[in-house]
């Protein structure tokens, strides 16, 4: 059985119908054409398909759609200000926190919330707090960068 399902997403009004299976994940990738949240393991384990809802990270492999009905929805497509980047993604950037880039639109979801959750940050937080985000790639170690580079900036103190 299918249903519209209706949120806003990046700041957009959506509708689209669905099955009521349909993850998240699923909605904005194929019904929304949004495939920046990459779907990475099915289980809840990778963290490559974070999107915030209601400016909470969620996992959105974890979520069905029509959880989200009426919901705010922020995927990494969302962040830019056109050409401006968030100031996770400069510092994502800047810190060459990314290789391959699979695990990176949900590694910057994810420290977006960290830094918001946070007032201060330090290393053994943020390695803590990345523990639901895999990276093949990288020791971590210019990502924890990143996000401790970003933290002052989004928090007006840089």
Not at 28 to 34: G, Q, S, V
Request: charged share 20%; glycine share 8%.
């Amino acid at each position: 059985m299918t249903s519209t399902v209706s949120m806003t997403v990046n700041g957009k009004q959506v509708s689209a119908e669905c099955e009521g299976r349909t993850l998240l994940v699923q909605y904005l990738r194929e019904k929304l054409a949004l495939t920046g949240t990459h779907v990475g393991c099915d289980t809840s384990q990778c963290g490559a398909c974070v999107v915030h809802v209601d400016g909470i990270s969620v996992k959105s492999c974890t979520m069905l759609a029509h959880q989200a009905e009426g919901c705010d929805v922020v995927t990494i497509e969302g962040l830019a200000d056109g050409d401006t980047l968030h100031p996770m993604q400069e510092a994502f950037r800047e810190n060459h926190a990314l290789q391959c880039g699979f695990c990176t639109p949900g590694m910057v979801m994810s420290a977006i919330d960290m830094v918001n959750r946070h007032d201060t940050l330090d290393e053994k937080t943020v390695r803590h707090q990345l523990e639901g985000n895999l990276c093949r790639c990288t020791g971590y170690h210019n990502i924890v960068k990143a996000i401790l580079a970003a933290h002052p900036v989004m928090k007006g103190a840089a």
